[in-house]
C-alpha cells in the first residue's frame, strides 16, 4: 500500500482505539470530539485512495503492468477453515486439543467490567440532612402543647395566668465508620478495565448502604401499629398524623410492600396504586381524597420480619421523614489512597498494594416522632408472591 495512505490508516486506528476508551471511562463529550476527527480521518483516506490507489491494489503506478505473483502466507484460520470443508479427512482435529486446531477457536473473554442490574435507593433523599462542623452538639426545639385560649374575665375580675412556651433540646454525637480495600498495583498497571472507577463506584455504594442502615435503626425504634388494609393506612394519615403532616407524607416500604400496596382495590375494582400523571416513574396511593407517594426500597436493603413461621411482618413508615429525622453530616465521605501505608500485618509498599481507605463521620436522631407512624402489615408468603 501507498505510504502516505499506510500512515493514515495507522492513524486511523489510534483514533479509533482512543473513542473506545474514551467511551469506557464514560468521557462522552471527548469521545464525540474524537469521533468528529475520525470521520474527517476517514474521509480524507477515501480521497486519497481514490487518487493514490484507484484499482485497490496498493499502487499508483501504470495499470497495464502485470503484478507478480506473491505466494500468501499461511493463515492458520483460513487453513483450519479449509480443513474442516474437507472434513478432517486429513487429520484429526478437535477443539478441545489446541495443538490440532483448539488454538484458532477464540474463547470468548471480556475484560470490560459488567454490571448485575440492581436497585437502589438512598433514605438520606427523604430525610432533613444537616451539615455540621464539631463531633457533638444540640439543637433546640419548642414543646408541642394543646393551647385552650383566653378565659373570659368579669369586669373587675382577676386575670388568671396562662402556661408560656416550653422548650427542649436535641443531642447529636457524630461517631466515625470506616473501611480499607486493598488492591495489587499489577492489577491497577494491566488491567484493561477502569479498575480505580469501578472501586470507587463500589465505595460510593457502600456509603449509601450505611447511611440507610443508620436511618432505619432510628425509625425503627417507634412502637409498632399493626395494618391491616388501606383504612388503616388513612387513619393514620387523617388522625395519628393529621393535618400538620399529611399534607408532606409519604409511605416507605420494601418490595413486599409495593406487592401488597399492589393489590389493593376500591369498591369498583380498580387499583389504588397508580403512577402520579406527571412522573410516571412515581407511584402513589390514590384512596378517595388520600393521595400519597409511595417509595420503594429493596427488600435486600430493608428486609421483612419472617420470624414467625409462614408469616411475613412489612415495614411501612408513613409520615412525613424530613420533619422526623434528621441525619447529622460532620463530613462527607473522603477517599483516600496509600501505596506506603500499613494497616496490622498488611504493608502496602512491602506487598506493592494500593490500599483505598474510606471515612465518614455522622450520627442520625429522631427529631419529632409524632411526624411518623412505624406500621407493619402481617400476611403470610402466599400472599405476597401471590402464589
Known sequence: MNKKLLELLNQINEKKTMVQNLVEQGKLEEAKEAKKELTEMQTQFDLLKDVLDPEGNGTAGPQNVTPVPNKEPEDSTKEFANAARRGFRNATMTEGSPADGGYTVPEDI????????SAKFSLSSLVDVQSVTTNKGQRTFKKRAQQT???KVGEGAKITAKNTPQFERKTYEIDKYAGYFPVSNELLEDSDA????????WIGDESRVTRNKIILEQLQTKAVTAMSSVDDIKKALNVTLGQAFKATSAIVTNDD????????????GRYLLQPDPANPMQLRLCAGATIVPVYVIPNADLESDTKTAK?????MFIGDLKEAIVFWDRNQMTLMTSNIAQIGTLNAFEEDLTIFRAIEREDCTVKDDAAYVYGQV???DAAVTGA
Open 311 to 315: 408469616t411475613r411482618k412489612i415495614p
Open 194 to 201: 477502569n479498575i480505580t472507577a469501578t472501586l470507587t463506584n
Open 110 to 117: 471480556q475484560t470490560r467490567i459488567n454490571e448485575y442490574r
Open 378 to 380: 402481617s400476611i403470610t
Open 257 to 268: 410492600g409495593l406487592q401488597w400496596l399492589d393489590t389493593l382495590k376500591d369498591s369498583e
Open 149 to 151: 385560649g383566653f378565659a
